[in-house]
């Protein structure tokens, strides 16, 4: 059974940073790709960044751009998301998700291109 495990959640105040962590179990993503999408209540999923693990390839959404950095370990399957400069339209239940199989680089931000996804992790940005 594949599981995507999401870490690191929690309150920050604007302006401060977050680590996030996902571990899958199950299964390797080695050839595959993981990635990051968020939803907040009333609003629709966004992508936030994937990272191909096949050849490393990184894609940022815009919300993430120059704020976040995504990083991962093919042979680990492993996911990382350092998020910087934290804004309160940040607060969002934060989903990792991957997929074994090679995705094409237009595919990375789609999410029904990912078959596993977790259970997400909230971040709450607010003073």
């Known amino acids: 059974q594949v599981r995507l495990v999401e870490s690191g959640g929690r309150w920050v105040q604007p302006g401060g940073s977050l680590t996030l962590s996902c571990a899958a179990s199950?299964?390797?993503?080695?050839?595959?790709?993981m990635g990051w999408f968020r939803q907040s209540p009333g609003k629709e999923r966004e992508f936030v960044a994937a990272i191909r693990l096949s050849d490393m390839y990184i894609y940022y959404g815009d919300v993430a751009m120059g704020r976040f950095t995504i990083s991962g370990d093919g042979a680990q399957s492993t996911l990382v998301l350092q998020m910087n400069n934290l804004r309160p339209e940040d607060t969002a239940a934060y989903y990792c998700?991957?997929?074994?199989?090679?995705?094409?680089?237009?595919?990375?931000?789609?999410?029904?291109?990912?078959?596993?996804w977790g259970q997400g992790t909230q971040v709450t940005v607010s003073s």
């Open positions: 199950g299964r390797t993503f080695s050839s595959g790709a």
């Open positions: 998700v991957a997929e074994n199989s090679r995705l094409v680089l237009s595919m990375l931000r789609v999410p029904e291109a990912y078959e596993y």
